[in-house]
C-alpha cells in the first residue's frame, strides 16, 4: 500500500460525458500528479500540482482539467469524452517538485488507480 | 515523442538466474532515473533510483546502472525470482522539471 487513494477503482460512462476522478496524495505529500495508461502505452503524464498550484503540465488534452484543494487532494475532470479516453488513470504524489532538496523528494508513490471506460 | 525508450516488451528468464531490463533515452537534461515495477490492477510502485552523479546503484537483488555517455541505463535482478514477474517502467526526469517521462514498459516472467 503506497498510502496514495484514488476513487473511484473503476468508471463505465458513455461518450460526451464528464467524469472526475479523485486522489488523496499520502500524508505529508504536497506534490500529486497525474499519469494516464492507455492499452500498451506506457504512462502519459498529464499534469502536476504542487501545494495547490499547477506546476508542469505534460500531454493533457484541453477537455481535461484538474486542480489540488487546500487539504492537498486532488480532482482530474475529463470532459466530452471519447472512445479513445479510455484507459488507465494513476495518480502519484510526491514529498516535494523536482529541485528540492534531496532527490528522495522526486520519487513518486502511485495509487492504484482508476480504470475508465467510455462506451 | 519517445524521450524514454525500452525497446524490449517482454523478457522471459529462469527462476535464480540474472534478469537484464534496459532503457534508454534521449535527452540530456535527463538526471533523475528511476524504476518501477508494475502488478496487474495495481499501481505501478517504486524499486530504484539513480541520479546522474552515480552510475550505480544497488539495493539488494536489484542494481541499476547508468551510462551517461550512452544515454543508457539498466537494471539488473539478482537472481530472478517468479514474484518478480511483473511490467518494469523506466522514468527520467530533469532538474527542476516534473515532466516526468516514462517508458512503454517491459514485462518479466521468470519461470520456476
Known amino acids: 500500500d503506497s498510502g496514495v487513494t484514488q476513487t473511484p477503482k473503476h468508471l463505465i460512462t458513455a461518450t460526451g460525458q464528464r467524469v472526475t476522478l479523485r486522489c488523496s496524495p499520502r500524508s505529508g505529500d504536497l506534490s500529486v500528479y497525474w499519469y494516464q495508461q492507455s492499452l500498451d502505452q506506457g504512462l502519459q503524464f498529464l499534469i502536476q500540482?504542487?501545494?495547490?498550484?499547477?506546476?508542469a503540465k505534460g500531454n493533457i488534452l484541453e477537455r481535461f482539467s484538474a486542480q489540488q484543494f487546500p487539504d492537498l487532494h486532488s480532482e482530474l475532470n475529463l470532459s466530452s469524452l471519447e472512445l479513445g479516453d479510455s484507459a488507465l488513470y494513476f495518480c502519484?504524489?510526491?514529498?516535494?517538485?523536482?529541485?528540492?532538496?534531496?532527490?528522495?523528494?522526486?520519487?513518486?508513490?502511485f495509487g492504484p488507480g482508476t480504470r475508465l471506460l467510455v462506451l | 515523442d519517445q524521450q524514454v525508450k525500452q525497446n524490449s516488451p517482454s523478457l522471459s528468464v529462469q527462476e535464480g538466474r540474472i534478469s537484464i531490463l534496459n532503457c534508454d533515452y534521449t535527452n540530456s537534461m535527463f538526471d533523475y532515473f528511476l524504476w518501477y515495477k508494475k502488478y496487474p490492477a495495481e499501481g505501478p510502485t517504486f524499486l530504484i533510483s539513480?541520479?546522474?552523479?552515480?552510475d550505480k546503484n544497488e539495493d539488494g537483488r536489484f542494481t541499476v546502472f547508468l551510462n551517461k555517455s550512452a544515454k543508457h541505463l539498466s537494471l539488473h535482478i539478482v537472481p530472478s525470482q517468479p514474484g518478480d514477474s511483473a511490467v518494469y517502467f523506466c522514468?527520467?526526469?530533469?532538474?527542476?522539471?516534473?515532466?516526468?517521462?516514462f517508458g512503454a514498459g517491459t514485462r518479466l516472467t521468470v519461470k520456476p
Open positions: 522514468a527520467a526526469s530533469a532538474y527542476n522539471n516534473n515532466d516526468m517521462r
Open positions: 539513480i541520479s546522474s552523479i552515480k
Open positions: 502519484a504524489s510526491s514529498v516535494g517538485p523536482a529541485g528540492t532538496s534531496g532527490v528522495d523528494q522526486e520519487t513518486q508513490y
Open positions: 500540482y504542487y501545494n495547490g498550484e499547477e506546476r
